[in-house]
């Protein structure tokens, strides 16, 4: 222990506050005293003593009103509590240890015990602010990985003259595996990708910025190259930059990247083992899927990409996603499906802003008090 601790005495008598404040004195502890229930909570609360004898039997709040108020309070809860009371029969010891004391002591009590007992719950104190130490030192750390991630997103979506663009992201955890990205090429085009790397928590985020970082990079590398050529070099160099320099580490990511000519409407795209993007009409109905053209990537060197061509015409909604949407479960266990989705493209597909926020709406209302347990990532374009 790095300082003496500091133990409160709550105690309507005296006598008991001034025999308790000798024996603890006697073993190096500073002590705190409090009369009634009503002081002792405004005690616990201001001066957050690092362990408490509390007697049961007081006037103003009686000693298992003071336990349930600091066991309901986040702030105090953790604070020890040992009861000493001449009120000994075991129901009262039974409420006072299910109301969160550490221990239930009888008076009078044995010195040699009560010394044990407060050094047992001293130590196991120390060992849980030890523990709230380093957890909220990791939790400091995952929030600037959170922050340090948030800057390989698109602070701002690029502007297409005729096309507008939207995206939705929500991380499962801190940080993510899944990411997406939309950037305006040497040649005027514009790229955007949707990925998700396998696994979650920190390896997933550091493999997110990887695989981030080499396609953006390998995308712009050259202004002498068609769309299709593009793709196939930005595609086929990530994988293989990840699957043999990093192979012992079988990280790999589902993809779907296009490159759309603004001019044309055209859309040059690589799905590697992604969901099959949307194509939605005027009428919001799905008339394209754009399935799989090769492997995740990351995985196998050398692995070959295909890259397939479709036409946006005007009012064309393109959808490009993870599999986080359709896998999403409520607390019944339910996925959201893709159906879902589809009757939403039905009755919003004016906008992609508008598309957007009703499944994020769509999505949460779904989720409700579970736990989400997949990264969601959603972008959406459409030529108007």
């Known amino acids: 222990m790095n300082h003496t601790p500091r133990i409160l005495i709550v105690d309507d008598e005296p006598f008991n506050v001034d025999y308790l404040e000798q024996e603890l004195e006697d073993l190096n502890y500073q002590t705190i005293a409090a009369v009634n229930g009503k002081d002792a909570l405004e005690k616990i609360s201001a001066e957050k003593p690092d362990l408490v004898l509390l007697d049961i039997m007081m006037p103003i709040l009686d000693g298992f009103s003071v336990l349930e108020k600091v066991k309901a309070d986040a702030e105090i809860r953790n604070i020890p509590i040992i009861v000493i009371s001449a009120n000994n029969d075991l129901p009262n010891m039974v409420k006072g240890i299910e109301l969160g004391a550490e221990d239930y002591l009888p008076k009078p009590f044995e010195p040699t015990l009560l ?75 514009l790229a955007f990708v949707v990925a998700d790397v396998c696994d979650k928590g920190i390896g997933a985020a550091l493999y997110m910025t990887l695989f981030r970082s080499l396609i953006r990079a390998t995308a712009n590398a050259s202004a002498a190259l068609t769309p299709a050529q593009r793709l196939q ?152």
């Not at 995952?142 to 929500?170: C, H, M, S, T």
């Not at 896998?327 to 159906?339: L, P, R, W």
Request: proline share 3%.
């Open 115 to 189: 010394k044990a007992r407060i050094q047992s719950c001293l130590e196991k104190k120390h060992l849980r602010d030890l523990q709230n130490l380093y957890l909220k030192s990791l939790e400091n750390e995952l929030n600037i990985a959170r922050d340090i991630q948030k800057e390989f997103l698109p602070a701002e979506l690029p502007k297409v003259e005729g096309w507008e663009i939207a995206a939705y992201f929500k991380a499962a955890k801190e940080v993510a595996g899944d990411f997406y990205d939309a950037f305006i090429l040497p040649d005027g085009n």
């Open 233 to 384: 070099h930005s595609v086929s160099l990530t994988n293989d930059y990840v699957a043999e320099t990093h192979e012992s580490a079988n990280m790999f990511a589902t993809i779907f990247i296009g490159i759309l000519e603004s001019q044309s409407g055209k859309l040059f795209y690589i799905n590697g083992g992604n969901e099959s993007a949307l194509v939605a009409g005027k009428d919001g109905a799905v008339h394209a899927e754009l399935a799989c053209t090769g492997p995740v990537i990351g995985a196998i060197p050398g692995a070959s990409f295909a890259v397939e061509e479709v036409e946006l015409a005007a009012d064309d909604l393109l959808v490009a996603f993870t599999d986080g949407i359709p896998d999403t479960q409520n607390s019944a266990k339910e996925f959201f499906g893709k159906e879902k989705m589809f009757k939403i493209l039905k009755s919003h597909n004016a906008k992609p802003g508008d598309f957007i926020n009703k499944m994020e709406e769509a999505l949460q209302a779904f989720i409700g008090s579970a736990e989400q347990f997949d990264d969601i990532t959603l972008l959406a374009i459409k030529k108007v």
